[in-house]
């Protein structure tokens, strides 16, 4: 259940969400000032490879904030100028508030927020992470030493398969799309998906029956259909 927090709870959760991130982290700040403890979280959590993508929106960077976020191998950092939303996640738990990513923030605001778990608070968690999505989507990246720009468009394009039927069904909403093994959702979904990028993540639907099953983006397929398309293998089938 969600959770409401003042500035020392924020800063709290924010530092925890930097330390369990396992895969991701994803931070959204206009003012954009790290304080020595929140750098250390975050080279710590660089050199365990987590994929870091931070948001600013407000003034150029000062040689110094660069400087430090040179050292972070695993960043995308970009700039939307119109940028007032603070909104900070990892794979598990998200923190919504009014806390920039700012050192004087942490030290001397009067904060609010609301903390949640993707497991207790699934749509929301989901709704917030799209619209984050969306957010990078249409922002500029900016260029450090270590900075390299994913496109949803070239992941897509990377994935080839032979197709033996013609249509498809996403495996998360259902609706109607090319069958492919390897892309079994809609664009709209696939690009949710891919902030955390989970294959085992439970699905809601079939790709090839469209019936409602528990599957996921790496086994796409109910039982019944793995039998049809000679996908099942008797190694995994306990999972059904």
Known sequence: MAEFCTTKRIAYH?????????KKLVLVSPYLKLSEAFLERLIDADSNDIEIKIVYGK???????RNKLSKLKNLE???CKNLHAKCYFNEFEMVITSMNF???SEM???????????KEDTDLFMRTAKEVKSILNSSDLKTLKSADRKIFSQKANQQVTKKTFSEGH??????SIPFSEYQPLCPGCYNT???FENENYSED???????QRETTKKRPFCYACELKLGKHEKKTSSRW
């Open 14 to 22: 924010l530092e925890d969400i930097i330390i369990e991130a396992k």
């Open 59 to 65: 003034d150029e960077l000062k040689s110094t904030e």
């Open 77 to 79: 950092l970009y700039f």
């Open 102 to 104: 700012y050192d004087y």
């Open 108 to 118: 001397n605001n009067r904060e609010m927020g609301i903390y949640l778990t993707r």
């Open 170 to 175: 996403c495996i998360r909403c259902q609706t």
């Open 193 to 195: 998906w891919s902030i």
């Open 205 to 211: 639907y079939c790709h090839n029956c469209g019936e």
